[in-house]
């Protein structure tokens, strides 16, 4: 019998304080370990629950004689692309309907794996028996704390560090090819309690990273290596984190981990409504995967809508009009000639948009600021994979690496390739893009390919392949301004990249460029 993962429209129903109970029409995998090697039968089936409770009948057609012992497994299903009886089993999404956690009790029967052994007695040609189900996983009953402060908005929460999944075999009842890695939790509505579902393991050492709604983040990381976590155990916990600093301080300066964003109705404490930082450092409104080689790129955008805005490209010195894309603003911006770090108009117009965003907590970096940051780190070529699959190019200002290479666009084997804070092509480097991980951004800096919006013609162009960031510093002309503009491009059958540069200041200001503030706040 043969059923895709479609078919299983029912799970089982887990219950901390009633106990667990099977539904009718939960189907199990069931092997049998004592079928005669000769045998032409198989020794898989796929049993069927037909009743619902703690205990349930299951029916179906197995091969079996008097005594055969059988393992049994649930969820039951045929798995494409494994051998039967070989289950890739995860606590990333789950097995039958691609479910991600979500911090609920009633999440968890998504990842309810279950494993038991049982004996047969065969009479005639049916078979009765019995086995004993247990669970695989363990459940992390969790809260946190903030200097003493219970956390009530959390909106995601990562669990690093972890078993996320395997495969398991019914005929050893093992899981075989562990991997490391993290889980992801994202409850639908603020919580401040979740339920996460996670394999058992001796030494259970994780990293906790909460994330709430008013954009901040914490951690914890377990050191002790004496917690051993076991199946069909509830662990209540309450974690006391520590608060993760939105930024990096390089060569004094506290540069933002992530871009400057505005959505309707967004509402962050501490921000004019409507303004935030993204939630991580490979943020954009408008990530796609990127096809190689880099050249359709653009991004359609739809009618500008002033009640129901999504932007983080700006324009330079704009406030009033600052993330509206229509083309009846192609000419607004600040035709001051000064450096607006800090500074906003008297009537609120124009300025440093990141410093009336946050209201003056942040502010935009000048193009020194830029200039000394690669002077004091290296600029690391290459892209970042989302938990989508996405595609994301970019650089990596990194000022964790040896005096030689500061100052040097770098490559996945740390070669330099030549001087940062420069607009000259560097050729070929498709063989020297690094992947950057989730990992590396914790200290060092990532500028996505964001794209630029220019030409007011309905769409964002070089999504993926360019970015462009401003600085404060003004040209003496008025009209342009200084950004840090990196790209990737094709060249023929070759990839080459441009470092970029803000020691000139030649770009216009009415260009719509993303914004990566510095700390300035307490």
Known sequence: LSLSTDNAKTRSEVNLTTGNKWETGDQFFSYNL????????????????????ASTLLQGTVACKNGDRLNIFYPGTYVTGYAQGTFPISMQKSLTGNKTQDGTVENLKNFDYSFGTGSVTVNGNSASGNVDMEKLYAILKVDFTFNGTKLTNIKKLVLSNVITGGDFKVQTGQMDKSKIGSIEVNPANPAELLYVAIFPTNGFKPKFEVYTTDNKSYTYTVTASDWETKSAKVYPITVAVKEIPPYIEID???WGKYNLQYSTGTK?????DGYHLAENPWDYYTTETIADPLAKTKMTLGAYDPNNVKFDHFRWGDIEYAYNYDSSQN????????????????DKKYGDLAAYASNNKWKLPSATDFNNLMKATAEYIGYFVDDNGNKIYGILFDPNVSGNLKGKVVDKNNNSLGSSNSAIPIRPVEDKLRQFTKSDFENALFFPMAGVY????????KVGSQGGYWTSTSNSNGTQA???QPQYMTNGAHTEVSPGKTSSAMLAKYFMYSIRPIYVGQ
Do not use: C, H, M, P
């Open 268 to 272: 962050v404490n501490g921000w004019v």
């Open 34 to 53: 004592d079928l005669d090697a000769s045998s032409t039968e198989s020794r898989n089936a796929i049993l069927t629950a037909k009743s619902n409770g």
């Open 331 to 346: 000419r607004t911006f600040w035709n001051t000639r000064s450096d607006i770090q800090g500074v906003v108009s008297s």
């Open 482 to 484: 200084s950004a840090f």
């Open 252 to 254: 004094g300066v506290k």
């Open 454 to 461: 220019g030409d007011y013609n309905g769409y964002l162009d």
